[in-house]
């Protein structure tokens, strides 16, 4: 099989990959179940908007803000590109905005938080959840804050290195024979 | 690479299906034994250096992505449905993928039926084979694989994750802890090079340094020049004659392009999903339940070890990534001991991940601070994985689906599970001993990780004694089709506390052995 570059790597690619994956997951969802309801809307949400309701889904006070500009960007322009998607995450943003009191941008965190409670499990909090996991929480810039090196390849790995690094607990006894 | 090609029409071919542990090394013992092998396989060939240190990249490099389904009260049904089991589609199969802990299954596993007694709802059995006959193909499994704490093989050294797990699992009151039993190589052994801590088991080891059939069996059988690998190829049909035999093998080449190979035998090893699922699309007039399927056992009885996780966030820094996917094992809770409210046993291992996989899978409704705490202090982080023994019932099976196809327009297979009371006890008595153990090293909290899709899957072809009570005899040789025979974890009567791929890569010897000696 010939890889390329596209998929989770980097680069040019990167964020068309992104973009047709948020539109084939949000398929996915939408057949299962969800866009009967959906009507019509004038506005539809920007990237800002997004970001704020990932950033109240997914709260980390020490990561750079622009990096929640990621997944909400890719958000935007999957809706700017698929019908379906942007029918999702309009009725989606609607729903959200109601459950915080009727508007989003002017409700209290923890009202924000109590509105995210009601959509867990739903394709539009599926959708929200694997958009940023795929461009969140898989970015290297976000496991640079939170401890993860990732890739060991370039440095041959943590043997004769940073194996054990663990200084605060005595070394396990010898092991027992026949365990 | 040696390329060996044989005939279409050279019905004098043994065809496996599948190179994972139990196709690859079943088909490099047959060429040894001086048999030809063609080995039908529906990944692709990849090579160490492809291989990334990159979660996402490596899932879709190297997962089976063929569309199931999944029904019933499991956690997973309703996680995942469309994605219950965790296997490869590649050449090796999942020992690319595999955290490489082998074991053998204690002897009074073997004996489930005899020594849990009835289990209502259950359908326990003992294994048609005992632990005496299967110890000296466990032996050789053992050497093959390079398990350490075998043979004279060291032990890897401790890792950081493996240091907090057996600090805690002292203090907690357990004995039976050690960092053994890895199929990697703690120095080079067998032309491999020993392991360098990448961290990166899951995603194929750049090193070789842990056992995968892609570089150790696919090689040892090509060198032997009467081994055609075919990569790309999927089996979708096994054919009959008039008397019951099989007669070869309809599979789908890369391009589309169907082709028919005809054999003196086939071993189906496409892993104890795919496995079932081919024995059913190749039903006909004379076998309408499917191939090897009078008794009806074909699917049933699907087993998958119990999965759970559980982290531990502590206040000084632990980095789980440094050093290998498992890390090694709690014993103790293997033992058989209803007292606990539960038959069979189970067993804790340390694991560990990174934030890709830890953020996607381990709590696939996780959000809020309750969440993000635990992923933004990664490094801080210690995991316990759960590998027991789930019961057979009848109900819990692979079937087809009743209108979704795969792209060669078969039916997709459907996995229904029904969690039995004994499961649901032992994974609840699982949480509360992880995070037992987890405090004990200092965990300050505890978030406990869903089940995850299956990883280890089995029992949908089971051996019995008699005809009627499975799917093939001891050897997987089908009770119904002398010529057929089934080489997988499809096999096992009972799923036990033990990662199966070592029982698998010691069946499959066994049966190369058995085909010789019987079908010459
Ligand atoms: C993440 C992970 C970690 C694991 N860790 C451990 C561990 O620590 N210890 C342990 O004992 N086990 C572990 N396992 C399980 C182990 O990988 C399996 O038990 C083992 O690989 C199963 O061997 P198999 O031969 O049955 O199937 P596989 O190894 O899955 O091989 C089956 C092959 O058949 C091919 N195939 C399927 N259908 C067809 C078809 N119709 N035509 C052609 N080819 C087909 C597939 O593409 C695949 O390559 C782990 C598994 C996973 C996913
Ligand atoms: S930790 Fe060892 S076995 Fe695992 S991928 Fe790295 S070198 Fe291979």
């Known amino acids: 099989m010939k890889q390329t570059d596209s998929a989770a790597t980097g680069n040019l690619d990167r964020r068309q990959f992104l973009v047709s994956f948020i539109i084939a997951t949000a398929a996915a969802l939408s057949s299962r179940s969800f866009l009967a309801a959906a009507e019509p809307v004038d506005t539809s949400p920007a990237s800002a908007d997004w970001q704020s309701v990932l950033e109240t889904m997914f709260p980390h006070d020490n990561v750079d803000r622009t990096l929640y500009g990621v997944p909400s960007d890719a958000l935007v322009s999957a809706a700017e590109k698929d019908a379906g998607t942007r029918q999702l995450l309009e009725a989606g943003w609607q729903s959200l905005s109601q459950a915080a009191g009727g508007d989003w941008s002017s409700a209290t965190g923890e009202a924000r938080s109590r509105a995210i409670a009601t959509i867990v499990g739903t394709p539009l909090f599926v959708l929200l959840r694997q958009t940023t996991v795929f461009t969140f929480y898989g970015n290297p810039k976000v496991w640079e804050v939170f401890g993860y090196e990732g890739d060991a390849w370039p440095f041959g790995g943590y043997l004769g290195k940073e194996l054990v690094t663990v200084d605060w607990l005595p070394d396990p006894p010898a092991p027992a024979e026949g365990t | ?520």
């Open chain 2, 1 to 520: 690479m040696a390329t060996t090609r044989f005939e279409l029409n050279d019905d004098s071919v043994a065809v496996v299906i599948g190179s994972g542990a139990g196709g690859g090394v079943l088909a490099s013992e047959l060429c040894r034994l001086g048999k030809r092998v063609v080995c039908l396989e529906a990944g692709p060939s990849l090579t160490m250096a492809d291989f990334r240190n990159d979660e996402f990249f490596s899932f879709q490099q190297l997962t089976w992505m063929d569309k199931r389904s999944a029904s019933g009260s499991w956690p997973v049904a309703r996680s995942s449905p469309g994605f219950p089991a965790y296997t490869s589609k590649a050449v090796g199969g999942t020992t690319n993928i595999w955290g490489a802990l082998s074991f053998r299954i204690q002897p009074h596993e073997l004996v489930a039926r005899e020594t849990y007694g009835e289990v209502a709802g259950a359908d326990l059995v003992d294994w048609p084979v005992s632990s005496d006959e299967l110890a000296p193909y466990w032996l050789q499994a053992e050497d093959r694989m390079g398990v350490t704490g075998t043979h004279g093989i060291p032990r890897l050294p401790v890792t950081n994750n493996y240091k907090v797990f057996d600090y805690g699992a002292r203090r907690a009151g357990y004995a039976r802890v050690a960092n053994d039993r890895h199929a990697i190589n703690s120095r080079s052994r067998d032309g491999r090079s020993h392991c360098y801590q990448l961290g990166f088991c899951g995603q194929g080891c750049k090193f070789g340094a842990k056992w995968s059939t892609l570089y150790t069996d696919i090689p040892m059988a090509e060198a032997t020049g009467r081994f055609d690998l075919r990569p790309g190829c999927t089996a979708l049909r096994i054919e009959h004659d008039g008397k019951g035999r099989v007669t070869g093998v309809l599979y789908a080449a890369a391009d589309g392009t169907q082709h028919f190979q005809r054999a003196a035998l086939v071993a189906v090893a496409g892993n104890a999903i795919e496995t079932p699922r081919l024995l059913l699309n190749s039903a006909s007039a004379r076998f309408p339940q499917g191939l090897a399927n009078g008794s009806g056992w074909v699917g049933r009885c699907y087993t998958k070890n119990l999965n759970a996780s559980a982290w531990g966030l502590f206040e000084k820094p632990v980095h789980m990534n440094h050093g290998v996917t498992m890390g090694g094992s709690i014993y103790d809770e293997s033992r058989y001991d209803p007292a606990r409210g539960f038959v069979g046993g189970y067993l804790l291992q340390a694991v560990q991940v990174g934030i890709p996989f830890l953020a996607a899978v381990i709590k696939p409704d996780g959000w809020g601070r309750e969440f993000t705490r635990f992923v933004e202090h990664y490094d801080h982080l210690s995991g316990i994985w759960m590998n027991g023994e789930d019961l057979p019932c009848v109900n819990n099976r692979v079937t087809l689906h009743p209108t979704e196809k795969d792209v060669h327009g078969l039916p997709i297979p459907n996995i229904h599970v029904d969690e039995h009371a004994n499961d649901v006890a032992m994974r609840e008595h699982f949480y509360g001993r992880a995070e037992a153990v987890l405090r004990a090293a200092g965990a300050t909290d505890v978030m406990r990780g869903n089940p995850l899709p299956s990883s280890h899957n089995m029992g949908t072809c089971r051996m019995s004694a008699k005809p009627d009570g499975g799917v093939t005899n001891a050897f997987g040789q089908a009770h119904e089709i002398p010529n057929l025979f089934v080489s997988d974890g499809s096999l096992f009567p009972t799923s036990t506390a033990e990662n199966p791929t070592q029982t698998i890569v010691a069946l499959a010897l066994r049966q190369a052995e058995y085909i010789v000696s019987t079908l010459g």
